[in-house]
Nanobody, 114 residues
Framework: VQLQASGGGLVQAGGSLRLSCVAS????????MGWYRQAPGKRRELVAV???????NYVDSVKGRFIISRDNAKNTVYLQMNSLKPEDTAVYYC?????????WGKGTLVTVSS
């Protein structure tokens, strides 16, 4: 499985960004997909996850601001990030686990200026 994330950038506080992650393979619809982030000097944390059936879960700090979604026809998972805060600044990674193997996309940097 190969994951390619994109969409990061520099945005002012209160602004929005949408991250995308395209996955290889013909079984994308079966993948549980997640977005993680890692801020400088901090541990990587799970931000949002979406199941194969579309169920979602979020870390408390982004609830009500971020939305994870998927388009199985495009093998793509999205993270819509609204009302961004400086503390959302991090490298964001998409992830899936398939047959006991973890797969990570190359991170995309999100910088939120105050």
């Amino acid at each position: 499985v190969q994951l390619q994330a994109s969409g990061g950038g520099l945005v002012q506080a209160g602004g929005s960004l949408r991250l995308s992650c395209v996955a290889s393979g013909s079984t994308f619809s079966s993948y549980v997909m997640g977005w993680y982030r890692q801020a400088p000097g901090k541990r990587r944390e799970l931000v949002a996850v979406i199941g194969s059936g579309g169920s979602t879960n979020y870390v408390d700090s982004v609830k009500g601001r971020f939305i994870i979604s998927r388009d199985n026809a495009k093998n793509t998972v999205y993270l819509q990030m609204n009302s961004l805060k400086p503390e959302d600044t991090a490298v964001y990674y998409c992830h899936t686990r398939w047959y006991d193997m973890d797969y990570w996309g190359k991170g995309t940097l999100v910088t939120v200026s105050s």
